[in-house]
């Protein structure tokens, strides 16, 4: 079962415009919430990221948003350049213990493709 | 810094034959991680590492094997390759969780083939 999802495969935007992609989840116990951007060939770089607590985190040109009631959160990049041309991927964290240790386990939606035109 | 490096970048293998992806990473992290992508599909995680001689299993290890035995490597091997296992791999690396906060490092991804 899916956890984090990220329901549009796609989304074509204009030079200049907004974009926003979204992302739902379910698991109650994720506490941070993330953004990654990809380019062909290469890894995902880091983003943005929003504690549970919080309800907006900006950055820059970045602004992500979260509902929690809704268990929704939606990356918001004003203005689009064509530079933003990427896979966008959303994960979620909660801190997971096995084995006497702990780590905070991402887990990841599909991700985006986002394109933007000139 | 070089941050994170994989190799190889490509391989193609028949089945049942063995491989072993290397990940490097220059940033003195204690965490390290390796993930699969599949079309459709987020990373998944394979094993993790809390630090040099230690690993655990993640999402989805079967099939796979660790081994860290240099706080800086990575290692991810492959006993008899299936075709299940045509995918990208991506390594990645943080400062003692803090990438679930602020990101997790990443490497440039290897693409495997099992034919």
């Known amino acids: 079962d899916q956890q984090v999802k990220q329901n549009s495969p796609s989304l074509s935007v204009q030079e200049g415009r907004i974009s926003i992609l979204n992302c739902d989840y379910t698991n109650s116990m994720f506490d941070y919430f993330l953004w990654y951007k990809k380019y062909p060939a290469e890894g995902p770089t880091f983003l943005i990221s929003?504690?549970?607590?919080?309800d907006k985190n900006e950055d820059g040109r970045f602004t992500v948003f979260l509902n929690k009631s809704a268990k929704h959160l939606s990356l918001h990049i004003v203005p689009s350049q064509p530079g933003d041309s990427a896979v966008y991927f959303c994960?979620?964290?909660?801190?997971?213990?096995?084995?006497?240790?702990?780590?905070?386990?991402?887990?990841f939606g599909q991700g985006t493709i986002l394109t933007v035109h000139p | 810094n070089a941050g994170v490096t994989q190799t190889p970048k490509f391989r193609v293998l028949k089945t049942g034959q063995s491989m072993t992806l290397l990940c490097a990473q220059d940033?003195?992290?204690?965490?390290m991680y390796w993930y699969r992508q599949d079309p459709g599909m987020g990373l998944r995680l394979i094993h993790y590492s809390v630090g040099e001689g230690t690993t655990a299993k993640g999402e989805v290890p079967d099939g796979y094997n660790v081994s860290r035995l240099k706080k800086q490597n990575f290692l991810l091997g492959l006993e008899s390759a299936a075709p299940s296992q045509t995918s990208v791999y991506f390594c990645a690396s943080d400062f003692r969780n803090s990438g679930r906060i602020g990101g997790q490092f990443f490497g440039p991804g290897t693409r495997l083939t099992v034919l």
């Open positions: 929003i504690s549970s607590i919080k």
């Open positions: 994960a979620a964290s909660a801190v997971v213990s096995a084995g006497g240790t702990s780590y905070g386990k991402l887990t």
């Open positions: 940033m003195n992290h204690e965490y």
